[in-house]
């Protein structure tokens, strides 16, 4: 039996999690990651910290909060702000999983000399006949979480465990309730962690620590002013809703242009694209390609999206042309596009650029 | 090993505790005879509290504990004096009773001036005297600092508070018991303590108040404590932070030495044991049961779980503030950066601690500083160079 460091969030998935590994035998230790403070000084997750406390009580393991405040600026929350800043639609989440996450997950359990980690994350870690690791999607895919998983490294899945990559939501509630875990009835968590309510803008403003791109212009695709903006950082590609701007057809946010302040307006059928560039990729499934390599896969370029096949070419160092077989809509920079095999299993991803 | 955090209640102060929470559980507030002998009981407490530092039993009002009474001290002399001035001094050094407090009137309209501490923690009285105005109406600084045990000049502070016609108060939960105290030598107007630092129960305290001076009431009601702080008498609480303060009393000075020289083995042993450490505070002007280091390369929370792990309790920076996110601000005060006071380890130890448990928690300590070295990438790295 193994020791194993189990990732609380304070939710019913993370506290099952530990419940499954103890009932197998394992030695479990319950973490929870100290991330941020909001802005009236309060902890920013003890509600969540006091849930995974006393659910750690219940399943009768040992649990410690750890303080990981520093690197959840410097790695998550500055580089968010900045992103925005600079037109791009950061995945925080995807960047907290490798560098804060695991990281200090993967250093406690050294520290506690424990042989693995543990999540509640709902997706599987394979290791494959080239000896790679690599994340599988979950049985349930309604609940599949391994795109904001595509960039652990190989040491951080080959020390990694995620028990509820069989299991559906509503088993992994129905266990909580029969094991009288306290928070089996929680609601999900739903928006990024540190913006509790989803208003980024309202995050941006108070937490920019340099300039916030004033008002500017709505464009149309030619260049032609439509009207004002509100500031770049309030939309996002493929957005509707809350443009205040009537042009007589439904309008939606093209691109944003944070080098002339811009924002391009088109109609629905202008937000395809056949075609997109990533960069800064992580390998899971196979090694890094060569230049000029091609890999087929299916790509998925948000959270719940389903997936597109597409061919996948590496242009030069750290960056790869996209070319979907069906147009994709609203591929928006800064977001994650995550390649997958025939066999839902993580090839590998990168940002858009 | 977290002795500052708070104590065990003594067999003798349990006995009187339990004896007026069961038997004699009367209301002393009430008239009839039964309530009467209660009642003289607390005022024997009072009486006693008082003569532990040189005031007397009309002098000290009883209080939930420390962070009341700083809140009291506080705001109820800002309050008074207000038509005074409006300036407070302080330090960067003190609880968060204190320091929120501060916080809480300076969004009231009051100005508060930080005094900055040196390396190893001390005010400096220049400084403090240069920073009184005309209208500073209260000068508080502690007594002994909770985390790094560092005891501030209180007599000088007193003589320049009192030079200048200012009321100077003085949070001295970690040191009423534990050092000797005589607030008319001392020119201290106002301080506070709390008895679980002295092997008493927990939620009782007092503040002594110089008769004379101006305070406003903090806690408004009945005509408890002479009608300056209401709520039913917490009896059992402050009997028993009575016994505890007489036998702290008794036993002080045999006590300091006993500690002391533990506490100086612990010192030693780790500072030439265990590489890249150093002491946090002063070696001489220091509590007799504190010690706070700081160890290189090493993340001070799994210290502490290491620590726990092996059986010993253990804190980094105040417990008061564990749950919190910032290092210490204390030792950020004295100069460190905050990689470094992260690393911080708080011992402090008492009359029950031995000459073994000390070279048990030093060997243990050598053990777990060396494996989250091993781990430590930070250290990994300055190896390589």
Redesign the interface.
């Known amino acids: 039996m193994a020791k194993v460091v189990v990732g609380m969030s304070g939710g019913v998935d993370s506290a099952v999690t530990a419940y499954l590994l103890k009932k197998a035998g394992h030695e479990v230790i319950g973490v929870t990651l ?1 991330t941020w ?1 909001s802005e009236d000084g309060d ?1 920013g997750r ?1 509600c969540d910290i006091d849930d995974a406390r006393s659910a750690s009580w219940k399943i009768g393991i040992p649990y ?1 909060s ?2 990981c ?2 690197e959840f600026k410097k790695e998550v929350t500055d580089p968010f702000v900045e992103d925005y800043i600079k037109g791009l639609t950061p995945n925080p989440c995807v960047i907290c999983n490798r560098t804060v996450k695991w990281e200090k997950m993967c ?2 359990a ?3 000399e424990a042989d693995y980690v543990a999540t509640g994350h709902y997706a599987t870690i394979v290791k494959l006949p080239n000896g790679r690791y690599t994340v599988k999607k979950a049985v349930h895919a309604e609940k599949d979480q391994t795109y904001m998983l595509y960039r652990l490294t190989q040491e951080q899945l080959a020390k990694t465990m995620m028990p509820l990559g069989e299991y559906a939501k509503s088993d992994v509630r129905k266990i909580a309730e029969e094991a009288g875990i306290p928070v089996a009835a929680k609601k999900d968590s739903q928006e990024i962690c540190f913006v509790p309510d989803g208003n980024y803008a309202d995050y941006i403003n108070e937490n920019c620590e340099g300039e916030i791109p004033p008002e500017g212009n709505f464009v149309d695709e030619d260049g032609n002013i439509l009207g004002k903006h509100k500031g770049i950082i309030h939309y996002t590609v493929g957005q509707r809703k809350g443009l205040g701007i009537a042009l007589g057809y439904p309008a939606f946010v093209k691109k944003i242009c944070a080098d002339t302040n811009e924002v391009v307006i088109a109609k629905n059928e202008a937000l395809f694209s056949r075609e997109i560039m990533c960069r800064d990729l992580n390998f899971m499934s196979i090694p890094d390609l060569k230049t000029g390599e091609k890999v087929r896969a299916a790509v998925k370029i948000r959270y719940h999206h389903a997936g597109t096949a597409a061919e996948i070419e590496m242009l030069d160092e750290d960056k790869v042309k996209i070319t979907f077989d069906e147009p994709v809509r609203a591929a928006a920079p800064g977001q994650s596009a995550v390649f997958y095999d025939e066999n839902d299993c993580v090839v590998g991803g990168g940002i858009i650029c | 090993m977290d002795n500052a955090a708070t104590t065990r209640v003594l067999p003798e102060v349990f006995k009187e505790i339990k004896l007026y929470l069961t038997e004699e559980f009367w209301n002393p507030s009430s008239t009839y005879e039964s309530a009467g002998k209660t009642a003289r009981k607390i005022a024997e407490a009072r009486e006693k509290i008082a003569g532990a530092i040189g005031a007397k039993g009309k002098e000290i009002y009883f209080t939930s504990g420390g962070s009341e009474s700083d809140n009291w001290a506080i705001k109820g002399v800002a309050d008074a004096l207000r038509s005074k001035g409006d300036h407070i001094i302080t330090t960067a050094i003190e609880h968060h009773a204190v320091l929120h407090t501060c916080e809480y009137l300076e969004q009231h309209g009051f100005e508060v001036t930080y005094l900055p501490v040196d390396e190893k923690g001390f005010i400096d009285i220049k400084e403090l005297e240069a920073a009184i105005r005309p209208t500073t109406v209260l000068i508080s600084v502690m007594f002994a600092n909770n985390e790094i045990g560092t005891l501030e000049p209180v007599s000088e502070i007193g003589e320049i508070a009192h030079r200048h016609g200012i009321l100077f108060h003085t949070d001295a939960v970690q040191a009423f018991g534990h050092m000797p105290i005589n607030v008319s030598e001392m020119n201290i107007d106002l301080l506070s303590a709390s008895a679980h630092k002295i092997n008493g129960p927990k939620g009782v305290g007092f503040l002594y108040i110089r008769s004379g001076v101006k305070i406003t009431n903090l806690i408004h009601g009945g005509a408890q404590e002479k009608g300056r702080r209401a709520g039913t008498t917490n009896t059992a609480g402050i009997i028993g932070f009575g016994k505890a303060a007489e036998i702290a009393l008794s036993r002080m000075e045999q006590r300091k030495e006993y500690e002391s020289s533990l506490r100086n083995r612990l010192i030693d042993r780790v500072l030439t044991e265990i590489p890249y450490t150093t002491l946090n505070g002063d070696t001489e002007k220091r509590l007799s049961n504190n010690a706070n280091f700081c160890f290189k390369y090493v993340d001070g929370e799994s210290l502490l779980i290491l620590l726990d792990q092996k059986g010993i309790c253990a804190s980094s920076g105040s417990a008061c503030a564990s749950g919190s996110i910032d290092p210490s601000h204390v030792l950020l005060a004295l100069g460190l950066s905050y990689e470094t006071a992260h690393g911080s380890l708080r011992l402090t130890i008492s009359e029950d601690t031995t000459e073994d448990d000390i070279d048990y928690v030093v060997d243990s300590l050598k053990e777990s500083v060396e494996r989250l070295r091993k781990v430590s990438p930070l250290y990994k790295k300055m190896m390589e160079e």
Request: aromatic share 8%; charged share 20%; net charge negative.
């Open positions: 100290r403070v902890e003890c410690h750890l303080n405040l520093v250093y406690m050294e520290v506690l």
